[in-house]
């Protein structure tokens, strides 16, 4: 047995935004920008490692709505417009900077790095990322994990087990439609856990979730072994805490990786930094700047003027960033080893989106960190929470107490004096919901008036999303996440009106379906309590 494991997790996630009522939205290109400079970017370096025949794993949870929107054809069909236009105006700055050979050196780059996007994208994978993902997990090396329907914040649903039940069964049930099996695993929105909720997820088949620190440090039974070691919640289903070490070295603002000098900028962007005229054919309408993906500078430092990105002393440096990440690892193992009855698991969990998208050179960090922990697999193993599951069967029973990953630890990003007015509504919406599913439970099979429930069950699910009182709370795009809200919540009165009163519109209704087509298969009866 080796003597410890590193558990790799990359959450990926987006909320549902898609706009066919539109010619182009801004907030699609969320999803854009994750393709280009997240997904596809893991997808190379997966297909490198099994070229290379590295032993490796790796866990990578996947929610609804980002398999939902990956698999969307209007959706795949304007990401390719927009990669056109990527190539397009790499070609352009190929041009303008032809007198300054530093900065032409990176628009070729681009200009590379755009079509072997749009390679991997249309004609390895016939833009289908998903299928990509699966060939991955299929050789054993990718393990596959999913989340709640909607992202939505379980903690602050759990006034209604029929909402969490439903959060919880959705969210599989999509998984299982798109990838073909069913997940072990499964990531708590947030991180966001109290307890009980092992209830509905031992329900549903899960075997393991993951949580905070705190949470597994503050169970009902001092663990043991600390955050290095799962917990049985005392019904099967295990829980994995996150571990503070490893996470700081990629998430911190001061010790983390990601800020050194010589990575690339994020927030120097030509769709910012150029003449509006020479930009407008690639920003939103022609007049509202957004980011392009071309930046030519690299981090330098504190107040200080942004010099020139150099690819090569990145590379240099992420590939010593893995090594000491790596090191450091095995340090730690041993440390832990000396104390621990089993070898210690340490749990690294991150946003899947950090690597690519904030940071550029992340997905190559993460290359080389599983090719020197596959080179020093007798101290350090690269493992799945499954595999561990395996090797390790008996474990100290505790529940874990009430946590998040989120500011604070609790639930206060997700409900504040910015956004606490969501709640009530959402309460009352699934109420309501509840009461449909009753009184109309043996409406006749695919019946318009089961459309309209199933339509009703899609907006109060869209409506639950934990990405809206989020952005409302961090100060992003606040107008367009309270909005999501409202019109999600009216698009679910409406029909619930429309179903009472039996005045069931069917234009409308298909103009909602259409709109929202998320979960085909979705059935509202699954909302009565029995």
Wanted: glycine letters at 6%; charged letters at 25%.
């Amino acid at each position: 047995m080796e003597k410890g494991f590193l558990g790799i997790v990359l959450h990926g996630h987006l909320p549902y935004v898609r706009h066919p009522e539109y010619d182009s939205f801004f907030e699609e290109n969320w999803l854009f920008e994750a393709i280009t400079e997240c997904y596809i970017p893991l997808i190379r370096v997966l297909d490198r490692l099994q070229g290379d025949r590295v032993d490796y794993r790796l866990t990578l949870s996947l929610s609804p709505t980002l398999i939902s929107m990956l698999r969307d054809e209007l959706l795949q069909a304007r990401y390719l417009k927009h990669l056109h236009k990527l190539i397009e105006l790499s070609e352009k700055e190929i041009v303008r900077t032809r007198k300054t050979r530093g900065y032409q050196k990176l628009a070729r780059c681009y200009r590379r790095f755009f079509l072997d996007t749009l390679k991997i994208f249309q004609n390895q994978y016939h833009s289908d990322i998903l299928s990509a993902f699966k060939k991955h997990h299929l050789a054993g090396n990718l393990e596959l994990i999913t989340c709640a329907a909607t992202h939505g914040f379980l903690p602050l649903l759990n006034i209604s087990e029929a909402a969490v039940r439903n959060q919880i069964n959705v969210g599989i049930e999509t998984f299982k439609s798109n990838l073909g099996f069913s997940p072990s695993g499964f990531w708590l929105p947030e991180c966001g856990y109290y307890p009980g909720l092992e209830v509905p997820l031992k329900n549903a088949g899960i075997k393991y979730f993951f949580a905070d620190t705190h949470g597994v440090l503050n169970a009902s039974q001092q663990p043991i072994n600390g955050v290095h070691a799962a917990l049985d919640c005392g019904n099967g289903v295990t829980v994995f805490a996150r571990d503070p070490e490893s996470s700081r070295q990629v998430w911190s603002s001061h010790e983390g990786y990601p800020g050194d000098y010589d990575y690339r900028e994020y927030y120097s962007d030509i769709g910012y930094d150029l003449d509006l005229e020479y930009i407008a054919p690639y920003i939103l309408e022609g007049n509202i700047r957004i980011n392009t993906g071309i930046k030519y500078h690299r981090v330098t430092g504190k107040d200080l003027p942004k010099q020139i990105y150099q690819p090569r002393w990145a590379y240099e440096k992420v590939q010593s960033h893995a090594r000491d990440f790596i090191n450091k690892r095995q340090d730690q193992i041993a440390r832990l080893s000396e104390t621990m009855d089993r070898p210690p698991i340490i749990v690294s969990p991150y946003d899947a989106e950090l690597f690519g998208h904030w940071w550029f050179e992340g997905p190559i960090w993460l290359e080389y960190v599983l090719r020197y922990a596959n080179e020093l697999s007798s101290t350090v193993k690269t493992v799945s929470c499954s595999d561990y599951l395996q090797q390790i069967t008996t474990h100290q029973v505790a529940t874990p107490s009430a946590s998040t990953w989120g500011d604070q630890g609790y639930s206060s990003y997700w409900i504040n004096e910015e956004n606490d007015w969501i709640y009530p509504v959402l309460h009352q919406a699934g109420t309501t919901m509840e009461k449909l599913a009753v009184d109309y439970y043996a409406v006749q099979k695919n019946s318009i008036m089961e459309r309209a429930l199933n339509q009703a069950t899609r907006s109060l699910l869209l409506a639950q999303s934990s990405d809206w009182p989020f952005i409302i709370k961090s100060g992003t795009t606040i107008e367009y996440a309270k909005k999501r809200v409202v019109d999600y919540l009216a698009r679910f009165n409406y029909l619930h009106n429309m179903i009472r009163n039996n005045t069931i519109d069917e234009r409308r209704l298909v103009a909602l379906e259409v709109m929202d087509n998320i979960f085909p298969e979705i059935d509202f009866r699954d909302y009565s309590k029995s």
